[in-house]
């Protein structure tokens, strides 16, 4: 597998990002959900603790990964493709790469404000990014919900497309994104 | 000879001793000035709460320990750790249980000199248990007023606070840090 994007296949690089950051962010829809309707207790704490935890690790991944995107060229998109197509491929991607940021930017900004400083696995701390805040914690939590809805709904578009792509379409597009699987050449 | 003057001295450090007791000035902490914090570990992360209510009362002299004492009476309802659903919490059966412990109390039994300050051994009864917690302070006496400062660490498990899941320290430590700033007016 090659380290840098070839015309019709991600890289490993590009890749690994993709699934290690897909397989996190389940992770993270999961635990929100356990989370949500518990009393504040110790099941609650933990959960969330976990949450955040993944979240900041999804926020420093997705630093590396947009830095990868911004010097490696993806693949082309199958030639076939109409103008409508290829404009909501093109939207949904960038909206990807801006709920990369904006859901663990906004469940830090949440824990700052209800004062529940963000630790990395118990690592170390994160500074609170703002002070003491109940207003603004209400306020950012509601972004946060409902940036995880628009996350929820774009990524199942994501996956009707790539699956749409592959046993409608029958190109190339879902398998350029799986590892151990080869490409056909394109012609 | 010699006798007599180690006698002699002896006298003088005795009456020195017993006039410097005498000599203990007392205090009552300022409400309103006065804090009262401490710092436990949830999650992985610090978080600082305070008490609003606590009423101390001081007889300390620098120079006259023997008969120094700090006597602290703290409001456990009025615990604030800027979180409404955390203080809830706190006051709940299973943490501080403020409907059958309310306050908790902290007397010191010995108070001596050190390098940087003082140190004492008192009793600190916090969630009916009582044990020994010891304290590092500095006594300050400005123009402006005497000012008394320092910290402890204790194990809330000591004590008996957290039952149920909350006997767990992989959430929430068992060490927590406690820090104090009193200022003093005399007692009038």
């Known amino acids: 597998m090659p380290i840098s994007s070839s015309p019709n296949r991600y890289s490993a690089v590009a890749q690994g990002f993709h699934w ?22 110790m099941h609650k704490l933990a959960l969330l603790a976990r949450h955040k935890s993944f979240g900041m690790t999804v926020l ?6 947009l830095l990868w995107r911004l010097f490696n060229r993806p693949p082309e998109l199958p030639a076939g493709m109409s103008k409508t197509e290829r404009v909501l491929a093109k939207g949904t991607h960038v909206l990807f790469y801006i709920l990369l940021f904006a859901m663990p930017l906004t469940g830090w900004l949440m824990s700052s404000a209800k004062n529940y400083s963000v630790s990395w696995f118990g690592r170390f701390t994160w500074p609170d990014l703002i002070g003491k805040n109940e207003q ?32 409608w379409n029958k190109d190339d597009v879902l398998r350029r994104m799986l590892p151990f699987t080869k490409s056909e050449k394109r012609s | ?67 120094s004492h700090i006597d602290v009476q703290i409001d456990m309802n009025s615990v604030d750790s800027m979180d409404k659903d955390r203080d809830t919490t706190m006051r709940g059966k299973d943490i501080f249980d403020v409907a059958h412990m309310p306050t908790a109390h902290y007397v010191t039994k010995t108070i001596s000199k050190t390098a940087a300050g003082f140190s004492a051994v008192g009793a ?43 006997k767990s320290t992989e959430w929430v430590g068992d060490a927590v840090k406690v820090s104090f700033s009193l200022v003093l007016k005399p007692k009038s």
């Open chain 1, 20 to 41: 290690i950051i897909a397989g996190l962010i389940v992770t993270q829809f999961t635990l929100a959900w356990m989370a949500e309707d518990l009393p504040l207790g």
């Open chain 1, 60 to 65: 420093m991944l997705a630093v590396f990964r």
């Open chain 1, 136 to 167: 603004a914690f209400e306020l950012l939590k509601t972004t946060h919900q409902t940036l995880s809805w628009l996350l929820f709904a774009i990524a199942i578009l994501h996956i009707l497309a790539a699956l749409k792509h592959h046993f």
């Open chain 2, 1 to 67: 000879m010699k006798r007599i003057i180690v006698a002699a001295a002896t006298a003088v450090l005795l009456s020195a001793a017993a006039a410097g007791a005498d000599n203990v000035a007392g205090y009552t902490a300022d409400a309103q000035q006065s804090k009262l914090e401490f710092t436990g570990v949830q999650a992985g992360a610090e978080f600082k709460g305070v008490f609003h209510k606590f009423t101390a009362a001081v007889d300390f002299a620098p120079d006259a320990l023997a008969g």
């Open chain 2, 124 to 166: 600190l009864t916090l969630h009916g248990v009582t044990k020994d917690v010891p304290i590092d302070f500095q006594f300050t006496n400005a123009a402006g007023g005497a000012k008394l400062a320092g910290t402890a660490k204790l194990n809330r498990l000591d004590f008996g606070v957290g039952q149920g899941d909350w």
